[in-house]
């Protein structure tokens, strides 16, 4: 069962991953490169090189947790940045694995009004 506190922060790492890593792996990563504590119980999203696989990494309560989920015919639109990792809300989370183009998700929508 996933259960995240809600005060949880949502990091994605914008460069692939190679998803080989497990736990440790993954764990080690979040430390080097985002200077993070994986035992935060914040979530840790990784995708690979061809972005049609991704996985979260958490910490919940006195263990691991890593979530996975591979798409058969898709990809995923991941965001690109020059930086290691961009935090998330978790409806953009959603979005992002639902196949969501984030940067338009951003764009609001405006209705002109005839009267």
Known sequence: MWTVSK???VFLA??????RKSFDGLAAWVAAELDR??????LFVFSNRRRNMVKVLYFERNG?????????????????DEQAAMELRRQELAW?????????????????TIY
């Open 64 to 80: 691991f947790c890593l979530w996975s989920k591979r798409l058969i015919e898709a990809r995923f639109r991941w965001p690109k």
């Open 37 to 42: 504590k994986p035992m935060s119980g914040d």
């Open 14 to 19: 914008l460069a692939p991953v190679d998803m």
């Open 96 to 112: 992002l694995l639902e196949g969501l183009d984030l940067s338009q998700a951003h764009k609001k929508v405006t209705y002109d």
């Open 7 to 9: 005060r949880a922060k």
